[in-house]
């Protein structure tokens, strides 16, 4: 299953249960009223969905680990992986997903402060006011 990007929609990988997921959720609401969410806790994330968002973020599946998740420090901590056996380790193991993720359309970030989110609209701070 693709990740299926609109620019009128948001989508938001999250856990619910997490405070600035939760934050998160609400700052994605003041840039649209679609919202798709993915709760990590009991939706499956495919192999294809986390390669596309590792593509989209230009980043490696590595930097979508959660340090601090129980997963990663009871198993993964003191080991050197590979990109393929970090996504794997990923679908296996979505507690270890560092969330929130956000896309409005094709723009998506890893959000470390919920307010950053508004970034994803081109026109945040700007005055788009026409007479």
């Known amino acids: 299953m693709e ?7 948001a989508l938001i990988f999250w856990n619910p249960d997490e405070k600035r997921d939760k934050n998160t959720y609400n700052m994605v609401k003041q840039l649209t009223e679609h919202i798709r969410e993915i709760d990590i806790r009991k939706d499956k994330i495919s192999q294809t969905q986390l390669i596309e968002i590792i593509s989209k973020l230009d980043r490696r ?4 680990v959660d340090k601090d998740s ?8 003191e080991v050197e992986l590979e990109e393929e ?4 380790a990923l679908v296996k193991n979505p507690d270890m997903l560092y969330t929130p993720i956000v896309f409005l359309g094709e723009r998506g970030m890893i959000v470390d402060t919920p307010s950053r989110v508004l970034d994803l609209d081109p026109k945040h701070g700007f005055n788009d006011f026409q007479v």
């Open 61 to 64: 599946a590595e930097d979508l």
């Open 70 to 77: 129980d997963s990663f420090k009871s198993t993964f901590s």
């Open 85 to 88: 056996a970090w996504i794997d």
């Open 3 to 9: 990740l299926n990007l609109n620019k009128r929609e």
